[in-house]
């Protein structure tokens, strides 16, 4: 009887459009003060208290350098990076997007960050280059999924902090299977190009090639960054998402200049004098500049105000989620279910195709 209530007032509410986050906490608490003994007391302590876990503190960060790189034109040069190192191949635009996505998503750790960013400036370029429009939106919106597996995950963020794992043993575990994910689809992308004669690009000379790297470096370094400081031991990766962050403003508005108060000022003085010094006396103001104003510049506060609302907005929703896994816990629900699954005696396979399904 508690269960079925507490299913069909959610389902009821997100039938009549309900928010998720309304839905979880009004279905939570009338279950609970209807049908449970907690006082509203210690609904408020479990509400607040799953919000207070040390591991949920990488998300915000996780989220401002997100922002910073889908407002910093970090994809697009990620985009140039893929497009010139796949994209020759046939459907190699369609190939293309989805390296992207893995890209930037081994950068923001957010699958809609990376679909909008990734999916705003291909889908049109696609269907200019002879794409259909289904065939263009069809393959961003799985390729933006990879968000989710390839780390650093604000999903993995979430899910490590509400079963009290490591969240470094989630990012590892997440590695091979995003590749692999990302391999399979550009095979597939591959057999329909080659089926449906879908067109490929031109083929880079190595120079250029070189040079998108080197254009799309700064994003790129942020992997080896977080990657590298987690498992070497440098930072945890709750720490490692404030170093994220940093790092993300740092190359939007110091390194590649495309927002905030030094926007695209040249890193070349006037005089065309390439020498160390000259660029040394010419940028060092410069971004000393940047640094003194940053906390006025319009851009910068909009970035700040964005990744705010939906860092609220993720926040909310986990409070809500954590307090309706209580009324499941105090039912035994979850229990029963493994209970129940093991009870079946499946094999491995079998075991994670219920798993997945339930």
């Given at each position: 009887?508690?269960?079925?209530?507490?299913?069909?007032?959610?389902?009821?509410?997100?039938?009549?459009?309900?928010?998720?986050?309304?839905?979880?906490?009004?279905?939570?608490?009338?279950?609970?003060?209807?049908?449970?003994?907690?006082?509203?007391?210690?609904?408020?302590?479990?509400?607040?208290?799953?919000?207070?876990?040390?591991?949920?503190?990488?998300?915000?960060?996780?989220?401002?350098?997100?922002?910073?790189?889908?407002?910093?034109?970090?994809?697009?040069?990620?985009?140039?990076?893929?497009?010139?190192?796949?994209?020759?191949?046939?459907?190699?635009?369609?190939?293309?997007?989805?390296?992207?996505?893995?890209?930037?998503?081994?950068?923001?750790?957010?699958?809609?960050?990376?679909?909008?960013?990734?999916?705003?400036?291909?889908?049109?370029?696609?269907?200019?280059?002879?794409?259909?429009?289904?065939?263009?939106?069809?393959?961003?919106?799985?390729?933006?999924?990879?968000?989710?597996?390839?780390?650093?995950?604000?999903?993995?963020?979430?899910?490590?902090?509400?079963?009290?794992?490591?969240?470094?043993?989630?990012?590892?575990?997440?590695?091979?299977?995003?590749?692999?994910?990302?391999?399979?689809?550009?095979?597939?992308?591959?057999?329909?190009?080659?089926?449906?004669?879908?067109p490929s690009q031109?083929?880079?000379?190595?120079?250029?090639?070189?040079?998108?790297?080197?254009?799309?470096?700064?994003?790129?370094?942020?992997?080896?960054?977080?990657?590298?400081?987690?498992?070497?031991?440098?930072?945890?990766?709750?720490?490692?998402?404030?170093?994220?962050?940093?790092?993300?403003?740092?190359?939007?508005?110091?390194?590649?200049?495309d927002m905030g108060?030094?926007?695209?000022?040249?890193?070349?003085?006037?005089?065309?004098?390439?020498?160390?010094?000259?660029?040394?006396?010419?940028?060092?103001?410069?971004?000393?500049?940047?640094?003194?104003?940053?906390?006025?510049?319009?851009?910068?506060?909009?970035?700040?105000?964005?990744?705010?609302?939906?860092?609220?907005?993720?926040?909310?929703?986990?409070?809500?989620?954590?307090?309706?896994?209580?009324?499941?816990?105090?039912?035994?629900?979850?229990?029963?279910?493994?209970?129940?699954?093991?009870g079946w005696g499946?094999?491995?396979?079998?075991?994670?195709?219920?798993?997945?399904?339930?």
């Amino acid at each position: 009887m508690t269960i079925a209530f507490l299913f069909i007032l959610l389902f009821g509410l997100m039938a009549f459009g309900a928010p998720i986050a309304i839905s979880l906490g009004v279905a939570s608490l009338s279950t609970i003060l209807l049908f449970g003994d907690d006082s509203l007391a210690t609904l408020a302590e479990k509400l607040f208290g799953g919000m207070e876990h040390y591991t949920l503190l990488a998300i915000p960060y996780f989220i401002l350098a997100s922002a910073f790189l889908s407002t910093g034109g970090v994809a697009r040069r990620l985009i140039r990076f893929a497009i010139d190192t796949v994209g020759w191949f046939p459907g190699g635009l369609a190939m293309a997007s989805v390296l992207a996505c893995m890209l930037f998503a081994a950068v923001s750790g957010s699958s809609p960050a990376t679909v909008v960013a990734i999916g705003s400036i291909v889908i049109a370029g696609m269907v200019r280059a002879g794409y259909p429009q289904s065939f263009a939106a069809g393959v961003i919106c799985n390729a933006g999924t990879l968000g989710i597996l390839i780390p650093p995950s604000i999903v993995m963020v979430v899910y490590a902090a509400a079963t009290e794992v490591s969240v470094g043993r989630m990012f590892l575990a997440g590695v091979f299977p995003g590749i692999m994910v990302g391999l399979m689809l550009m095979t597939a992308i591959y057999i329909v190009a080659r089926i449906k004669k879908l067109p490929s690009q031109p083929r880079p000379t190595l120079g250029e090639w070189g040079s998108a790297l080197f254009s799309a470096s700064g994003g790129l370094l942020l992997v080896i960054l977080i990657m590298g400081g987690i498992y070497g031991g440098v930072f945890t990766p709750t720490e490692a998402a404030a170093v994220a962050a940093f790092y993300a403003m740092f190359v939007a508005v110091l390194f590649y200049r495309d927002m905030g108060p030094i926007k695209e000022l040249p890193w070349v003085p006037e005089s065309g004098n390439k020498s160390v010094g000259s660029l040394i006396a010419h940028n060092v103001p410069q971004m000393g500049k940047a640094l003194a104003l940053l906390p006025f510049d319009k851009e910068i506060r909009h970035v700040l105000l964005d990744a705010g609302k939906v860092t609220i907005m993720l926040m909310f929703i986990i409070a809500n989620a954590m307090l309706f896994a209580h009324v499941l816990t105090s039912e035994r629900i979850p229990h029963t279910i493994a209970e129940t699954i093991i009870g079946w005696g499946l094999p491995a396979w079998g075991f994670l195709i219920v798993v997945n399904i339930v």
